[in-house]
T-cell receptor, first 113, second 111 residues
Framework: GEDVEQSLFLSVREGDSSVINCTYT??????LYWYKQEPGAGLQLLTY?????DMKQDQRLTVLLNKKDKHLSLRIADTQTGDSAIYFC?????????????FGSGTRLQVQP | NAGVTQTPKFQVLKTGQSMTLQCAQD?????MYWYRQDPGMGLRLIYY???????DKGEVPNGYNVSRLNKREFSLRLESAAPSQTSVYFC??????????FGEGSRLTVL
């Protein structure tokens, strides 16, 4: 079945860039997402990318997709302490009826002042 | 804007007890989902409902039942709770696909 892998932890200093990586196994994934979870809260969609794109930029966020290697990354520029959270990579393929997202295990980002 | 509302937020059960987690959304979404979140394992799909009147099993359905009562409400029932079901449960909904809107979670402890 589908599988999504992420490293569990990343620590950066405030003002640096953060890069969170994700790999997935389903080559037919058509949508790839990044969600953010703050302590004690549910997940919120940060950004997403269609599989026919290789990059998407949204203010401080840059998503890179390498479809050949099935690798997705999220870059956060000028990381702030408010960016400390767990970041989840997820994928789906609604064209096959698989609308529910498959999530990775989440990467905990710690931003040090 | 309420979004997705889950109740209860916290619950402690003894092994063998039953309970129902309630979820309601006010965004007129077609699809609703139940996930569980465990440390180091991300979110795993328990059941989902693509539209009113339909439900389908996800990755980890054993020990759970669901009811899509109407378009707004999707409940998750544990008939005989087990310690392995200690987890944080999230309900989510979506209109089309991709952008899932999540509730704040229900933290369940089974002793």
């Amino acid at each position: 079945g589908e599988d999504v892998e992420q490293s569990l932890f990343l620590s950066v200093r405030e003002g640096d860039s953060s890069v969170i990586n994700c790999t997935y196994t389903d080559s037919s994934s058509t949508y790839l997402y990044w969600y953010k979870q703050e302590p004690g809260a549910g997940l919120q969609l940060l950004t997403y990318i269609f599989s026919n794109m290789d990059m998407k930029q949204d203010q401080r966020l840059t998503v890179l997709l390498n479809k050949k290697d099935k690798h997705l990354s999220l870059r956060i520029a000028d990381t702030q302490t408010g960016d400390s959270a767990i970041y989840f990579c997820a994928e789906s393929n609604p064209d096959t009826g698989r609308r529910a997202l498959t999530f990775g295990s989440g990467t905990r980002l710690q931003v040090q002042p | 804007n309420a979004g997705v509302t889950q109740t209860p937020k916290f619950q402690v059960l003894k092994t063998g007890q039953s309970m129902t987690l309630q979820c309601a959304q006010d965004m007129n979404h077609n699809s609703m989902y139940w996930y569980r979140q465990d440390p180091g394992m991300g979110l795993r799909l328990i059941y989902y409902s693509a539209s009113e009147g339909t439900t389908d099993k996800g990755e980890v359905p054993n020990g759970y039942n669901v009811s899509r009562l109407n378009k707004r409400e999707f409940s998750l029932r544990l008939e005989s709770a087990a310690p392995s079901q200690t987890s944080v449960y999230f309900c989510a909904s979506s209109f089309f696909t991709g952008e899932l809107f999540f509730g704040e979670g229900s933290r369940l402890t089974v002793l």
